[in-house]
């Protein structure tokens, strides 16, 4: 799959600024684009956006 070339790429703010545990999304109109900033040119995750809302909401009241 193609990058879309004015994707932009956000850091977690759960992500350290000195740790090597990264994770990076990218947000576009209708989907969600996941990746770990140690492999920028690696693998991608990509989810709907209501996916992606579903999954903050559940993250959001997971205690652990």
């Known amino acids: 799959m193609r990058e879309p070339t004015a994707m932009k790429w956000f ?3 759960y992500s350290g600024n000195d740790g090597p545990e990264c994770v990076e999304v ?3 109109p ?3 684009h996941i990746r ?3 492999y ?3 693998a991608r995750l990509f989810v709907p ?3 992606w809302t579903e999954f903050l909401h559940f993250a959001a009241h997971r205690r652990v």
């Open 11 to 13: 850091k977690s703010s």
């Open 26 to 28: 990218a947000l576009t």
């Open 30 to 32: 209708a989907t969600i």
């Open 36 to 38: 770990d900033s140690k």
């Open 40 to 42: 920028g040119d690696g």
């Open 49 to 51: 956006a209501t996916t």
